[in-house]
């Protein structure tokens, strides 16, 4: 077989192959003799069929199955010979057919990753603000702390509800008139704050005692989620059923000990200061991660094959369904999911392009000791054993973590070489548009 390659675009390329007419009638001969091992026409013995019988009952077959077998073989003879990095099936221009003692052309567009001859890096530039935590935030997780540690109680002597109580309602809804039985609740027990409660109905809740009925309008934006409610005007039927308040523990060291294995308040204090330091560490990560890669992406401004594009546009959509159905959500994610995730997509396939190639520039490996580490790491988090460990690690987990610790190697090498700025990522600046030379306009007039 004979090939040859045209290239449409980086990542486009026209494979065009020729297969000899001898190599055609080999491969005929032999799909003859398979067929005519065990093909049963009337008149003679399996095994006993004339050659021209059986192209006469099972030409279009055997010239059917010969001509797929040598566009696949051709294909990838092709694919191997030029060292073409392929990232979907070959698309043919038109279906190839035989024709007796010509040899067999056909060809296929195929669709490959981009050619990198070297990955620029030295030019990268990111910034990464201090890690600051301000005592506003410790109070804040100490005081939800104190809630979670609340006593609960009937109010004594009964009164109207107030902010911070726990009121529980039965309610209907009913929009233009309307019932709208999958909006309303019965026994649902709400707490009155600013975080959960809608302020029309916040206000409406307020004051109310068991057994006491309200009605309350609530106009929604006409960018609200539920389509039923978009810039409209609901009606609440309440009745209040019960009605709880919380009596929050004193702070002190007390207190603190009844929040874990902490023997005074300020220890709590500084142990949630450590572990909000932490989190606000890994997000300073994340964000430096992106920029990171947006600065290689920027100086690396390379093309991508439409179908990984597409692939990965299905991967995130599959992720986003996950992530759904974890968290209990139904239905479709919204508009804001789907705005922009083309270039979303087109951005993760292009950061994967490069960080690979930046792998192979550097000679960057993950090895057995890398793999050993890291199970250890598992082990002393989860408490099992390293050698269980491992075991649980099958051949594609093993290969996904195999990449996760490339790319941590790879992304450490990117922290080295960049420039890192303290303080926070300024806005890009947005030029001011063009203003027209109304001198040279009046001239045009003129």
């Not at 959960?196 to 307020?206: M, S, T």
Request: hydrophobic letters at 35%.
């Amino acid at each position: 077989m004979q090939s040859e390659i045209r290239e449409i675009s980086p990542v486009l390329v026209e494979v065009t192959v020729e297969v000899p007419w001898d190599r055609i009638q080999k491969d005929l001969n032999d799909t003859y003799k398979e067929i005519g091992k065990t093909a049963r026409v009337r008149g003679f013995r399996p095994g006993k069929v004339p050659r021209d019988v059986l192209k006469q009952v099972y030409g279009r077959d055997a010239a059917a199955q010969v001509t797929g077998t040598l566009v696949e073989q051709g294909l990838m003879q092709a694919v191997q010979e030029h060292e073409l990095h392929i990232v979907a099936q070959p698309q043919m221009e038109e279906a190839p057919a035989l024709e007796k003692g010509k040899p067999l052309t056909f060809k296929a567009k195929v669709e490959v990753r981009p050619k990198i001859d070297r990955v620029a890096i030295d030019a990268l530039e990111a910034w990464q603000a201090p890690i600051d935590v301000p005592n506003e935030d410790v109070d804040t997780e100490v005081e939800g702390l104190r809630n979670q540690h609340a006593e609960i109680q009937v109010p004594d002597p009964m009164r109207g509800a107030k902010e911070g109580d726990l009121i529980t309602i039965d309610y209907t809804v009913s929009v233009d008139g309307e019932a709208k039985d999958d909006l309303g609740a019965e026994a649902r027990q709400v707490e009155i704050n600013d975080d959960h409660l809608l302020p029309a109905l916040k206000e409406g809740l307020l004051g109310m005692q068991p057994d006491e009925e309200k009605t309350i309008e609530v106009a929604f934006e006409d960018e609200h989620p539920n389509p039923d409610l978009q810039g409209k005007t609901a009606e609440f039927k309440i009745k209040a059923a019960q009605l709880h308040e919380k009596l929050l523990p004193e702070l002190d060291d007390e207190f603190a000990k009844d929040c874990g294995d902490y023997e005074t308040l300020l220890e709590l204090r500084l142990k949630i200061r450590e572990r909000l330091e932490s989190s606000a560490k890994q997000q300073g990560d994340a964000k430096l991660k992106d920029q990171l890669i947006d600065s290689l992406i920027e100086h690396n401004d390379i093309p991508v094959p439409p179908s990984m594009v597409q692939q990965q546009q299905q991967m995130m959509m599959y992720e986003m369904a996950q992530f759904m159905q974890m968290a209990g959500q139904q239905g479709a994610p919204g508009a804001d999911f789907f705005s922009g995730i083309e270039e979303r997509a087109q951005r993760r396939v292009q950061a994967g392009i490069l960080l690979g190639s930046l792998a192979r520039q550097e000679s960057i490996e993950v090895t057995e000791a890398d793999l050993d580490a890291k199970f250890q790491e598992i082990a002393e988090q989860t408490g099992k054993h390293v050698a269980k460990v491992r075991a649980d690690y099958r051949e594609d987990q093993r290969n996904q973590l195999e990449s996760q610790l490339l790319e941590e190697k790879v992304m450490a090498l990117l922290t080295e070489r960049a420039k890192i700025n303290e303080g926070e990522r300024p806005e890009p600046e947005v030029k001011p548009e063009t203003q027209k030379d109304e001198s040279a306009e009046d001239e045009g007039e003129e």
